[in-house]
């Protein structure tokens, strides 16, 4: 069965950092086609970041996707966050013809 945990999302001030984790259990993450996304509220799901270490403009230099195989885990290192950040953070992976999102992990960033 395949599941994708976030964690790792909270309430920080601007110019802070957070680190989002994705597990992927029931496939492996080498294998599958693996991304970032958020939604803010009354917004579209954005793209930010996939695991072919593609980005959005907008995250371009601030954010860095990483994984570890150990761990069947991808990260996302948010630095100098802004309150334009705060968002559903989601994990999506592609695998085996079909398409699979967590359940996400809230960030707020305010002062």
């Known amino acids: 069965q395949v599941q994708l945990v976030e964690s790792g999302g909270g309430l920080v001030q601007p110019g802070e950092s957070l680190r989002l984790s994705c597990v992927a259990s029931g496939f492996i993450i080498s294998s599958a086609y693996m991304a970032w996304y958020r939604q803010a509220p009354g917004k579209d799901r954005e793209f930010l970041a996939d695991?072919?270490?593609r980005y959005s403009n907008s995250v371009k230099g601030r954010f860095v996707i990483s994984g570890d195989t150990a761990k069947n885990t991808i990260y996302l290192q948010m630095n100098n966050l802004r309150p334009a950040d705060t968002a559903v953070y989601y994990c999506?992976?592609?695998?085996?013809?079909?398409?699979?999102w967590g359940q996400g992990t809230h960030v707020s960033v305010s002062s």
């Open positions: 999506r992976a592609n695998w085996e013809g079909k398409q699979y």
């Open positions: 695991y072919n270490f």
